[in-house]
């Protein structure tokens, strides 16, 4: 995705709603010059996804977001930036997804790639949507001037309306709205900056909780479609496998069956109801091809990435002379190598495709990240237009990275409406789900460094053998080569190392992956900060203070970390098998550290006692739903560490549902998580919704250390014995 950067002076467009509202539209290729209004998908623009904004007669504002909301928040927090220079009542706002196809129309530049991921929900779209409530806000103004024949600058805006104190009169920003949508601005006013925010900065309630709380909210499983038929799917248990035969005679017996489907690695059966096709499918005796992958299990791909550490690597970070730091006489070395699995999304809501073809349209029903992607990925399949495809978005019920561009089960629901003839809800069982992931990486690093006589490391010395993101899902390749998710966190880490050699071997097998919360940080944040504590305990010195005198040219790093040491209590004594351990790491543009305190029995039963996190995003629009989020991503990044795992035998995932892929309960949840947000300003704005999963194994495997003096250095935690005397 290219960031754009929208000027002050970027014109934004104005139109009139059919209700008679005032709709407001920022391009995101902005020109110098303004340009007519641009009309939604349909004939009611009121009624469809518009541009931006829209402000009605009984004086709801409504604000079109591009970006998806899964919970973390992002809508609620673009409202605010634009309800923050609209000065409405926030009471009066309600949100609205942008629309896919009118992006399409566009070109892609109204609303750019809208994806919603790499925590680019909001810091992305500051400026576009703040110059859109400034735009309303200026045109209205001036809509009241020109009705009271008064100077604009003796007009005011407050609270949705507009004031002139000379005459004592006002008007409402409904009844202005039809003027100002004609109001042409010669330059568009400037917005304000973080200092000036009132609604901004302040703790709001999220605008989707009452509708997730009522039931009213719709995710992609609850489209419903007239006619609509079901299908239930399963994909060939080895990736790169194929489908070889299928006997369908038990499906004589069972109600409701349409029919059978067969694709390339795949067959779905479709009924009248959801339970009738899966109870065909369960009943259908299939035979598969495993492509030639059926002899690979988890011993052999772990020993081939362990042997991948000793093989040519592209060169990711040279600085300084790392082989004589390694070899000067009297450093001491500190080696290590880590490891981390294989894992997946596991979104609650599971994959689903509500899909309607005509000869001239397609409507797709989906739970997605980047509706862009699916629309255009709809018009591949189908051979339509762009314009001819309509996304209707819903609540995403987990994306987590799975839903941010590759759809797997959209070409499935497409083939199966193409053959059925018929409206098709497409849904994946759990077990597909798990077992046809694009999995977070499985990974492999060695560290090694050298110690000078005060401790400190003089060197970094990386070698990364993980598969490619970019390339992931293309079968079995090995390319010395390198891209950013491979080597996050350890390249241009922000410690002190005078000199550095990162090397990367990008390394797939026959095992698709993706994106991952996280992504690169979520095991190299593992990898990186478990070193640094055990170069620290090499010095002899506290992990804590080690790590700051690494970090003096990091103003924000230190202010993380001493925040983590003052509201963690570190340094103040704890019982026998009891300990502390912290990770602060970089990503996605903030710097984010939490703290661990764990109880560890001397059976090696553990419990996590405390979670304390500390973000620095530099700037903050909804301190709730920041704060939710790293609560959300201690409780995701426990559930990695702790038993996080999806493993193969002949060829095929064997983790299958929640029974033997387990997510944290209740009772696993630590009875304390603090979350401390110090925003500490300037030009940027940093991601929240990956950052803060990346410290939480290192600081617990850190803590473990601290209270058993037993290092861990493979994932997850149910392999280590963790006992001790």
Same mark, same amino acid.
């Given at each position: 995705?290219?960031?754009?950067?929208?000027?002050?002076?970027?014109?934004?467009?104005?139109?009139?709603?059919?209700?008679?509202?005032?709709?407001?539209?920022?391009?995101?290729?902005?020109?110098?010059?303004?340009?007519?209004?641009?009309?939604?998908? &349909?004939?009611?623009?009121?009624? *469809?996804?518009?541009?931006?904004?829209?402000?009605?007669?009984?004086?709801?504002?409504?604000?079109?977001?591009?970006?998806?909301?899964?919970?973390?928040?992002?809508?609620?927090?673009?409202?605010?930036?634009?309800?923050?220079?609209?000065?409405?009542?926030?009471?009066?706002?309600?949100?609205?997804?942008?629309?896919?196809?009118?992006?399409? =129309?566009?070109?892609?530049?109204?609303?750019?790639?809208?994806?919603?991921?790499?925590?680019?929900?909001?810091?992305?779209?500051?400026?576009?949507?703040?110059?859109?409530?400034?735009?309303?806000?200026?045109?209205?103004?001036?809509?009241?001037? *020109?009705?009271?024949?008064?100077?604009?600058?003796?007009?005011?805006?407050?609270?949705?309306?507009?004031?002139?104190?000379?005459?004592? =009169?006002?008007?409402?920003?409904?009844?202005?709205?039809?003027?100002?949508?004609?109001?042409?601005?010669?330059?568009?006013?400037?917005?304000?900056?973080?200092?000036?925010?009132?609604?901004?900065?302040?703790?709001?309630?999220?605008?989707?909780?009452?509708?997730?709380?009522?039931?009213?909210?719709?995710?992609?499983?609850?489209?419903?479609?007239? &006619?609509?038929?079901?299908?239930?799917?399963?994909?060939?248990?080895?990736?790169?496998?194929?489908?070889?035969?299928?006997?369908?005679?038990?499906?004589?017996?069972?109600?409701?069956?349409?029919?059978?489907?067969?694709?390339?690695?795949?067959?779905?059966?479709?009924?009248?109801?959801?339970?009738?096709?899966?109870?065909?499918?369960?009943?259908?005796?299939?035979?598969?091809?495993?492509?030639?992958?059926?002899?690979?299990?988890?011993?052999?791909?772990?020993?081939?990435?362990?042997?991948?550490?000793?093989?040519?690597?592209?060169?990711?970070?040279?600085?300084?002379?790392?082989?004589?730091?390694?070899?000067?006489?009297?450093?001491?070395?500190?080696?290590?190598?880590?490891?981390?699995?294989?894992?997946?999304?596991?979104?609650?809501?599971?994959?689903?495709?509500?899909?309607?073809?005509?000869?001239? =349209?397609?409507?797709?029903?989906?739970?997605?990240?980047?509706?862009?992607?699916?629309?255009?990925?709809?018009?591949?399949?189908?051979?339509?237009?762009?314009?001819?495809?309509?996304?209707?978005?819903?609540?995403?019920?987990?994306?987590?990275?799975?839903?941010?561009?590759?759809?797997?089960?959209?070409?499935?629901?497409?083939?199966?409406?193409?053959?059925?003839?018929?409206?098709?809800?497409?849904?994946?069982?759990?077990?597909?789900?798990?077992?046809?992931?694009?999995?977070?990486?499985?990974?492999?690093?060695?560290?090694?460094?050298?110690?000078?006589?005060?401790?400190?490391?003089?060197?970094?010395?990386?070698?990364?053998?993980?598969?490619?993101?970019?390339?992931?899902?293309?079968?079995?390749?090995?390319?010395?080569?390198?891209?950013?998710?491979?080597? *996050?966190?350890?390249?241009?880490?922000?410690?002190?190392?005078?000199?550095?050699?990162?090397?990367?071997?990008?390394?797939?097998?026959?095992?698709?992956?993706?994106?991952?919360?996280?992504?690169?940080?979520?095991?190299?944040?593992?990898?990186?900060?478990?070193?640094?504590?055990?170069?620290?305990?090499?010095?002899?010195?506290?992990?804590?203070?080690?790590?700051?005198?690494?970090?003096?040219?990091?103003?924000?790093?230190?202010?993380?970390?001493?925040?983590?040491?003052?509201?963690?209590?570190?340094?103040?004594?704890?019982?026998?098998? =009891?300990?502390?351990?912290?990770?602060?790491? *970089?990503?996605?543009?903030?710097?984010?550290?939490?703290?661990?305190?764990?109880?560890?029995?001397?059976?090696?039963?553990?419990?996590?006692?405390?979670?304390?996190?500390?973000?620095?995003?530099?700037?903050?629009?909804?301190?709730?739903?920041?704060?939710?989020?790293?609560?959300?991503?201690?409780?995701?990044?426990?559930?990695?560490?702790?038993?996080?795992?999806?493993?193969?035998?002949?060829?095929?995932?064997?983790?299958?549902?929640?029974?033997?892929?387990?997510?944290?309960?209740?009772?696993?949840?630590?009875?304390?998580?603090?979350?401390?947000?110090?925003?500490?300003?300037?030009?940027?704005?940093?991601?929240?919704?990956?950052?803060?999963?990346?410290?939480?194994?290192?600081?617990?495997?850190?803590?473990?250390?601290?209270?058993?003096?037993?290092?861990?250095?493979?994932?997850?935690?149910?392999?280590?014995?963790?006992?001790?005397?």
């Amino acid at each position: 995705m290219n960031n754009v950067t929208l000027s002050r002076r970027a014109i934004v467009f104005s139109g009139v709603s059919a209700a008679g509202g005032l709709m407001i539209g920022v391009p995101m290729a902005a020109q110098a010059k303004g340009q007519p209004p641009l009309v939604a998908d &349909g004939t009611n623009p009121a009624k *469809e996804m518009t541009a931006f904004l829209i402000i009605e007669p009984d004086n709801t504002v409504t604000v079109r977001v591009p970006h998806q909301e899964m919970g973390q928040g992002t809508s609620t927090a673009l409202a605010m930036l634009v309800a923050e220079e609209l000065e409405c009542d926030w009471a009066k706002v309600r949100v609205e997804y942008a629309s896919a196809n009118r992006n399409a =129309r566009a070109g892609g530049k109204l609303y750019d790639s809208m994806q919603t991921v790499g925590s680019r929900g909001v810091r992305t779209s500051v400026s576009m949507m703040q110059q859109a409530g400034a735009s309303a806000r200026e045109r209205l103004r001036l809509a009241a001037a *020109e009705r009271w024949k008064v100077d604009p600058a003796d007009c005011s805006i407050a609270a949705g309306k507009c004031l002139h104190k000379a005459t004592n =009169r006002s008007a409402d920003y409904g009844s202005l709205a039809p003027a100002a949508a004609t109001v042409q601005l010669p330059l568009e006013p400037k917005i304000k900056s973080p200092d000036q925010y009132v609604l901004v900065g302040k703790w709001t309630p999220r605008l989707d909780t009452p509708a997730k709380l009522d039931g009213s909210a719709k995710f992609g499983l609850d489209a419903q479609v007239p &006619g609509m038929v079901y299908a239930a799917v399963w994909s060939a248990p080895v990736y790169g496998g194929s489908l070889k035969s299928v006997d369908d005679s038990a499906l004589k017996d069972i109600r409701g069956i349409v029919g059978v489907v067969k694709l390339k690695d795949a067959v779905a059966v479709v009924a009248d109801r959801y339970w009738r096709a899966k109870k065909g499918l369960d009943a259908l005796k299939i035979e598969w091809d495993d492509g030639g992958y059926g002899n690979v299990d988890s011993n052999s791909l772990a020993l081939d990435y362990h042997a991948a550490l000793d093989k040519p690597m592209a060169t990711a970070e040279k600085k300084g002379d790392p082989e004589a730091a390694l070899s000067a006489t009297g450093s001491k070395v500190v080696e290590a190598v880590y490891e981390a699995p294989f894992l997946s999304h596991s979104p609650m809501e599971p994959l689903n495709c509500t899909v309607a073809l005509t000869a001239e =349209r397609a409507d797709i029903w989906i739970s997605t990240q980047a509706p862009m992607a699916v629309l255009q990925q709809t018009a591949r399949e189908t051979g339509l237009q762009q314009d001819q495809v309509y996304v209707h978005n819903n609540y995403v019920g987990g994306g987590f990275g799975r839903r941010g561009g590759a759809h797997d089960e959209l070409p499935q629901a497409i083939a199966v409406a193409k053959q059925v003839n018929k409206p098709v809800k497409l849904i994946w069982s759990r077990e597909q789900d798990i077992r046809r992931d694009r999995y977070r990486p499985q990974a492999f690093v060695r560290f090694r460094s050298a110690l000078a006589a005060d401790g400190r490391p003089q060197v970094l010395q990386a070698r990364i053998a993980v598969p490619s993101l970019i390339r992931g899902g293309n079968g079995p390749q090995e390319v010395q080569g390198s891209e950013p998710m491979a080597t *996050e966190c350890i390249q241009n880490s922000f410690y002190a190392f005078p000199a550095r050699d990162v090397g990367v071997l990008l390394k797939n097998s026959h095992v698709p992956v993706s994106f991952w919360r996280g992504v690169g940080s979520s095991q190299n944040g593992f990898f990186i900060e478990s070193f640094m504590d055990e170069l620290a305990h090499a010095a002899g010195q506290d992990p804590y203070a080690y790590r700051r005198a690494l970090l003096i040219a990091r103003p924000d790093a230190l202010g993380v970390l001493d925040a983590m040491a003052k509201q963690s209590d570190w340094g103040q004594p704890l019982a026998k098998g =009891r300990g502390r351990g912290l990770a602060i790491i *970089e990503a996605y543009g903030s710097v984010s550290g939490q703290v661990v305190e764990v109880t560890v029995s001397p059976q090696g039963l553990l419990k996590v006692d405390r979670v304390t996190c500390v973000l620095d995003p530099y700037h903050v629009a909804n301190p709730n739903t920041v704060a939710q989020q790293m609560e959300g991503a201690v409780i995701m990044g426990l559930t990695a560490a702790l038993w996080g795992e999806i493993t193969f035998k002949n060829g095929a995932p064997v983790e299958s549902n929640f029974h033997n892929y387990r997510m944290a309960r209740m009772a696993d949840t630590p009875p304390r998580i603090d979350v401390h947000l110090i925003p500490s300003g300037g030009p940027r704005w940093g991601g929240v919704g990956e950052p803060g999963l990346g410290p939480l194994a290192p600081a617990l495997t850190n803590a473990i250390f601290a209270a058993t003096g037993q290092r861990v250095r493979r994932l997850p935690l149910k392999h280590a014995d963790l006992k001790w005397t």
